[in-house]
């Protein structure tokens, strides 16, 4: 079954430290999607990355960092800069990233939290 | 600034009745508008997308309206069931083209 799988789905950080949360997908989508979602809150765009090799800051960049060397996969690094990191997070994709109407399917999520 | 606004209100509703949820955007004027469905722990999935030329989308027991008037998105569940309770997210594109999510609103179905 094609979807959007994320790992792990518990994670728990440091001060201090940096964290990665994975995200791959095997439904041959172009573009790809990291959201951050708080309680009472919409989801907020972190990173999106259109094409491989190619990526752009959402609302929230500041504290992350992400890549696009495989089409399959945008991991995601929280970095001690990200002084309020304890979230869920999300990742999605998109069969292009030509148009941001298209429907965006995401994975199941990583919940993080400060230690 | 623009927003899009969903009641933060859970919205309760006996099995069998028609669930109405609204979403309402500010500020800008979106060429369309998405609606997801999220369970708890879960990430969000598709359900429909209506454009603004469209004035209704129907798929199955839902059913969505988009009123550029009143800046208004209206979404359905009809005949509600039990296993329809999850919280339901509406999204648009904002003046820079990229989705925004309104904050959701949760659907209880009691049998």
């Known amino acids: 079954d094609g979807g959007i799988t994320q790992s792990p789905k518990y994670l728990f950080r440091k001060e201090g430290q940096n964290v990665t949360l994975s995200c791959e997908q095997n439904l041959n989508h172009d573009a790809m999607y990291w959201y951050r979602q708080d309680p009472g809150q919409g989801l907020r765009l972190i990173y999106y990355s259109q094409i491989v090799n190619d990526f752009q800051k959402g609302d929230i960049a500041e504290g992350y960092s992400v890549s696009r060397e495989k089409k399959e996969s945008f991991p995601l690094t929280v970095t001690s800069a990200q002084k309020n990191p304890t979230a869920f997070y999300l990742c999605?994709?998109?069969?292009?990233?030509?148009?941001?109407?298209?429907?965006?399917?995401f994975g199941d999520g990583t919940r993080l939290s400060i230690l | 600034s623009q927003k899009i606004e969903q009641n933060s209100e859970a919205l309760n509703i006996q099995e069998g009745k028609t669930a109405t949820l609204t979403c309402n955007y500010t500020?800008?004027?979106?060429?369309?508008l998405q609606w997801y469905r999220q369970d708890p722990g879960r990430g969000p999935v598709f359900l429909l997308l209506i454009r603004e030329n469209e004035k209704e989308k129907r798929k199955e027991r839902l059913k969505v309206t988009f009123d550029t008037t009143l800046k208004q998105s209206l979404f359905h569940i009809t005949a509600s069931q039990p296993a329809d309770s999850a919280t339901y997210l509406c999204?648009?594109?904002?003046?820079?083209?990229?989705?925004?999510f309104g904050a959701g609103t949760q659907v209880v179905v009691t049998p």
């Open positions: 999204a648009s594109t904002d003046s820079w083209g990229k989705l925004q």
């Open positions: 999605a994709s998109s069969i292009t990233g030509q148009g941001w109407e298209q429907p965006q399917h």
């Open positions: 500020n800008y004027s979106p060429a369309y």
